[in-house]
Structures are given as structure tokens and as C-alpha cells.
């Protein structure tokens, strides 16, 4: 499945969390980094309006199915992938991790958050080694200088896989200028994947989530900072389902 934002063209290049799982296994026994994105409708719309963001996304080694719309235009190109949220990966990376001996960074969010998820991670993956946990300042430049001194702290610290929780486009920003400062270190852009493990952001309960219905509880949720979001998704759907049956 791949999207087309001239010059660039985006492949949904790891069609199930087992690929993605192995992918990273490989990786990681290979002294090899990677940004890991998962590409979604919101981020179908910011592609479409922002050159830089197509660059950096194009720069991610690694993308997934993160939403159901994505999973429906992949059947409709004939080249059908499964769902793969970020934040539902956060618990099999760690214990990939943990299984590999890998040390773990936890990048956004709060220090108090970050406390909390790592606490909560570390309950739930026996022999996952956190050696860093890092939250950006306000105004935070993923690209900027401190983004740089972070990327090396992150590097001097060991961690192998640093879990960036920044939303978009900070997060796939800051992953793409890490594989240049920190090219050993794979970076996961998994949005409010450590706030749901802090407590400080909820979830849609699960059967929201068996009927595709998630995007709605969250808009219901926050309506007036998600409401012109989504619709902007609804919008553009049609001319991506047009591209991907052009795709067959």
C-alpha cells in the first residue's frame, strides 16, 4: 500500500505487527537504528498540505496501519495490512526489547508522566532496562539544537530504542533527525501511547475499538480541539479511496 505526495511516495511497509516485531528483532541483533511511523487520516491530511512533513516522512524507515481508514484503502488497493496502532505497541516493543538485553528511552510527555509510564512499563515487562527519560521544553524544536543535545544524551545513555511520544509532526520530526545524530538508536513515534500508560489520557474501551468506532469517542471527548481534525480526515477520504483503487 503506498501513498503518492510528489516527489515522495510513503509505503505502508510493514503489513502486520508480526512483520514489524521481526523487522525490529533484526534490527536490533544488527546494531541497526529506524523510524518507526504509523501512518493515519491525520496525518494523510498534513501530508497533503506540508512539503517538510512529505520529506520526513518519506525519511522513515518503518511505517504501520495506525487506523482503520488506512486498513480500508489498503483492501480497496488490493494490498491489504493490518491495524497497528503506536500505542498498542508500546507493551510488545518493550518486551522485544527486554528479550534482546536492549536498553529503552522515553522521549516527550512530562517528567511526571514519564515517571509514571516507566513505572507502569516496568511492571508489565520483566528485565526492561529504562536508562533515560527525557521531557522536552516548551516551544520544543525536534530539530532545533536541543533537540541535537537530547539526541546525544539519548545516544551516551545505551538505549537502543527511544519511545517518542510528541504527536505529529514533532515526533516523526525528531525520529528523522535522530537516525542522522543517532543512526544505532530506533525510534518509535507512538503519540499518547505513554500518557495511556501514565493514567493520563484514556483509552476508548475496547469494543469502541472492535467496532471501528474509536475516532468518534475521542472527538466526543474533546469536540472542540478534534472535531475540525476529523472532518478534515472525512474530507479527503474520498480522493484517497479513488488513488486506491487505482492502485489494483
Not at 166 to 178: C, D, I, R, S, T
Request: aromatic fraction near 8%.
Amino acid at each position: 500500500m503506498e501513498f503518492s505526495f510528489p516527489p515522495h511516495r510513503i509505503a505502508v511497509n510493514m503489513p502486520d505487527s508480526g512483520a514489524l516485531l521481526a523487522e525490529v528483532r533484526r534490527r536490533f541483533r544488527a546494531q541497526e537504528g529506524f523510524a518507526l511511523a504509523t501512518i493515519n487520516l491525520d496525518h494523510l491530511v498534513k501530508l497533503s498540505r506540508d512539503p517538510d512533513f512529505r520529506r520526513v516522512y518519506a525519511a522513515q524507515d518503518l511505517v504501520c496501519a495506525d487506523g482503520n481508514p488506512i486498513v480500508w484503502l489498503s483492501k480497496l488497493a488490493g494490498k491489504p495490512v493490518s491495524l497497528v496502532p503506536g500505542s498498542d505497541m508500546v507493551v510488545p516493543l518493550a518486551s522485544l526489547a527486554a528479550r534482546e538485553e536492549v536498553p529503552v528511552a522515553l522521549m516527550g510527555s512530562t517528567d511526571e508522566a514519564l515517571s509514571e509510564a516507566g513505572a507502569a512499563l516496568e511492571g508489565r515487562v520483566p528485565g526492561l532496562r529504562i536508562v533515560s527519560r527525557i521531557a522536552p521544553p516548551m516551544g520544543f524544536d525536534p530539530t532545533g539544537p536541543d533537540a541535537r543535545r537530547i539526541l546525544q544524551d539519548i545516544a551516551a545513555s545505551g538505549a537502543r530504542l527511544c519511545f517518542v511520544a510528541l504527536g505529529a509532526p514533532k515526533q516523526e520530526q525528531f525520529a528523522a533527525f535522530g537516525r542522522e545524530i543517532a543512526p544505532q538508536v530506533g525510534f518509535a513515534s507512538i503519540g499518547a501511547g505513554l500518557d495511556f500508560l501514565a493514567g493520563r489520557q484514556q483509552r476508548a474501551p475496547e469494543w469502541v475499538r472492535a467496532i471501528a468506532m474509536e475516532w468518534v469517542w475521542r472527538m466526543m471527548s474533546n469536540p472542540r480541539r478534534l472535531a475540525k481534525r476529523y472532518f478534515d480526515c472525512i474530507v479527503i477520504l474520498p480522493g484517497q479511496a479513488l488513488r486506491a483503487w487505482r492502485q489494483r
